[in-house]
């Protein structure tokens, strides 16, 4: 067995160093390896680049069995033609945006739906998204099932949680991710101000700079404007960086900001997780605890949270539990993924083998027992 988790290489188009599909591939890839799932992050641009990769494997010890493109946009037609030339292969489409977000993507929408529609006339294609709520919200409006494939995060077990709390100084906070007005980054710069007026003390806000994305400038102008000339407050650009480099700055961070109006996961609060850091967020990011938990349109209830987090010395501790157990929950996703409904025989193996399997295991596939997370 295994597993591609397959995102789009932007560096074709661009100088794009920190990709977030790419950094979600790729831990997601660890996470499953580690609990004796193979898998592995490929980066592609099109439909024609996973064709010629599968086929580069056909012969090798280790073909490819499963395929994951991670997020809507190879074209319809070919996801049809991968799942026609390589009936072997269980290939999946998977949704990373809730229904909120896609109001900024109709064509991502029209690729979700026809790929519902393609798993209905094909043994090997399913339509997945990463979020519970956002399958069962499908399936009630198309009538089809859409398997929960979600975001795991890698853990190793060393990770800095226990950090010293803010005792005092300048209070610093990342509003970091892409600059989409979903990501509400006004309110949280708003909040930011409003915790340093009510705590009496400098703080600085950092905000990620250097690409163009989507409505980067009207966010970009609007942390300028809540920010310009206000005593105490200091905006601060964060280049865009390879993934390590921006861990190292969330460390160092007091706290982070995530008040988004929609999500389905946050690769920015596991990753304040993992530094030992907590993050301020809104009830569409429900894997966290919820004393993290604030109003989207109520600065003032944000900054109510993030004092107390600040002053809070088990809040890391908790964020890090509730990580753990989000990914623990939802391994038992992707071992029904990889372990079931095989689309033909597996090659190399005889019908007699294959009775045998089935004989040792009525599903039709060996039963797991990895606990390594």
Known sequence: MRLLLCYKNFSKECNVRHIGLG??????????????????????????????????????TLPVTHALVMAQWIPTEWLAKLSRRFPYVKFALKCHSNVGFLQAEPPAIKLLREAIDLQTQTTNFFASCNNIRLANILKDMYGQPVKYLPNLYYLHGQEPIHRPRWTGGTIRIGCFGSHRVYKNFSSAIAACIELGFMMRTPVEIWVNRGRHDGDGNVVWRAAQAWTENVPNVTL???????????????????????????????????DGIAEGVPSVVSDTIDWVPKAWVASTDDTKEIAGVARRLLHDPHAAAEGYESLKKYVRDGLPYWRDFVGDEYPVLARGVTLEAQGRIERMHPLGRPHHHHHHY
Request: no cysteine; net charge negative.
């Open 236 to 270: 601060k650009e964060l280049l865009w960086a390879n993934w390590a480099e921006f861990k190292r700055v969330i460390s160092s961070m007091n706290l982070l900001m995530q008040p988004s109006y929609t999500e389905t996961f946050n690769n920015v609060t596991a």
């Open 23 to 60: 950094v979600t591939a790729q831990y997601t890839a660890k996470t499953l390896t580690a609990n004796g799932i193979h898998a592995q992050a490929l980066p592609i641009y099109g439909g024609d680049d996973l064709l010629a990769f599968i086929e580069s494997q056909e012969k090798t």
